[in-house]
């Protein structure tokens, strides 16, 4: 099962989604149609288990589905990681057989598509201070705030919306904050403009304007009060995802450096004779390689059941950087070529930067992982 899943996201990714890349990227286009196609064949409901209509994938062939995407496309990789990670494992975790039979069913089957918003404007890394509010009215529940930063923003059916429903005169940090299932054609919820971004140009991520937004109380995920531990516990997964999209990005680069190394030539040399050339391949293969055991390592973990915070950072810490160091040696490699838009290497350096800072920057990660060491 797990060769032929991999074959099939490898096949589509080369057919259907490489050669459109660098379009998409320049016009910022998000493939709706490919993203349902990709819907059809079982790829937005990976992990979720087959009773809920998913494929029942074990994670680490979910990670290495991921990478055949990211390889070819790492905005799409995003849309549908997101979507495959957090919204679904909230669901799976926490949702109400109602709230799984309404949403969870249609979104592993690629008729809806999810996101997650955790983010403001001034609540970034420290993600526990966010202002959103919602308010209880009667049976309703009433949001108001502004998110930002949230992929699929603009593009999704439903978003998991992390508001607080503590009261301003009694704050309750962590604790104050709730989870919302909203559908996006709510009235007062309003996408901003998509974000003019560095990389990831095809993915769609947007503020979200949340203006008396009315909400039946049966849209809250799991229990009041624990949004932020639903959203920890659905960044882990993200952070494996984010992990798997690193390594597909560096992967990339090193299978187009490695071709570029063998037919360019000069000093009537081609470049893959020179001892310096071998060198920086040979550190791009290593830490490409080592990235995804420390990944496929962290997915064996979660499918055992055990805790993978600390895994699921250090997955996402070590392959993001590998992803950038591996880009950036990519594009020395082309040279001055490396630094056009005409061929792909820069593309995949300005992708792979975002994976240090999204789903929690790098710092971030080194403070979980040195949280789990110290305490
Ligand atoms: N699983 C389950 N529970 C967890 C958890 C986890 N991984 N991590 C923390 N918790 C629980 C804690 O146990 C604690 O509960 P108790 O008090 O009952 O023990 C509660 O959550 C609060 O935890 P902390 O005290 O550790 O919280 P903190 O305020 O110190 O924050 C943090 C910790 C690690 C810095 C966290 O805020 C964090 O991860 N920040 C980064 C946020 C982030 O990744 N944002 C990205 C948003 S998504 C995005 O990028 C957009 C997109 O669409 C891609």
């Given at each position: 099962?797990?060769?032929?899943v ?69 905005a ?80 999704a ?19 104050g ?18 974000e ?108 055992a ?14 392959a ?28 995949l ?27």
């Open positions: 099962m797990r060769e032929q991999v074959e099939l996201a490898r096949e589509f990714a080369r057919e259907k989604i490489e050669p459109y890349a660098a379009e998409w990227d320049r016009t910022h286009h998000f493939a709706r149609d490919v993203i349902a196609e990709l819907g059809k064949l079982g790829f937005m409901g990976m992990c979720t288990p087959e009773e809920y209509d998913g494929m029942g994938l074990d994670t680490v062939t979910y990670l290495m589905a991921l990478e055949e995407i990211s390889a070819a496309d790492a799409i990789a995003v849309s549908i990681g997101i979507h495959n990670a957090i919204p679904t494992t909230m669901l799976v975790k926490h949702g109400t057989p109602e709230q799984r039979e309404r949403w969870l069913k249609p979104m592993a089957r690629g008729e809806l598509l999810a996101g997650f918003a955790l983010s403001e404007a001034e609540a970034g890394s420290d993600a526990a201070s966010l202002h959103a509010q919602a308010v209880r009215d009667g049976k309703d529940w009433v949001l108001n705030g502004a998110k930002a930063w949230a992929t699929n923003a603009g593009t059916d439903l978003m998991m919306i992390m508001v607080r429903t503590d009261t301003p005169d009694a704050r309750r940090g962590a604790k904050i709730s989870t919302f299932i909203v559908p996006t054609d709510t009235k007062g919820y309003t996408p901003a403009k998509p003019d971004k560095m990389g990831l140009r095809a993915s769609n991520t947007a503020g979200i304007e949340l203006s008396d937004l009315r909400l039946p109380a049966a849209h809250m995920l799991g229990d009041e009060g624990m949004g932020f531990v639903y959203a920890m516990e659905g960044l882990d997964a993200g952070r494996l995802g984010i992990g798997a999209q690193g390594v597909g990005i560096a992967r990339k680069a090193l299978e187009l450096s490695l071709e570029y190394c063998a037919e360019r030539k000069q000093f009537e040399t081609p470049l893959h004779d020179f001892q310096a050339v071998q060198f920086k391949l040979a550190d791009m293969a290593t830490r490409i390689e080592a990235a995804r055991a420390l990944a496929h390592r962290a997915a064996a973990r979660k499918d059941g055990e805790d993978i915070s600390l895994y699921a950072s250090m997955t996402k810490l070590f993001s950087e590998t992803a950038m160091w591996v880009t950036t040696q990519a594009i020395q490699l082309f040279g001055g070529y490396g630094y056009m838009r005409d061929f792909p290497v820069e593309k350096f300005r992708d792979a930067k975002v994976t240090e800072i999204y789903e929690g920057t790098s710092e971030i990660q080194r403070v979980v992982i040195a949280r789990h060491l110290t305490r």
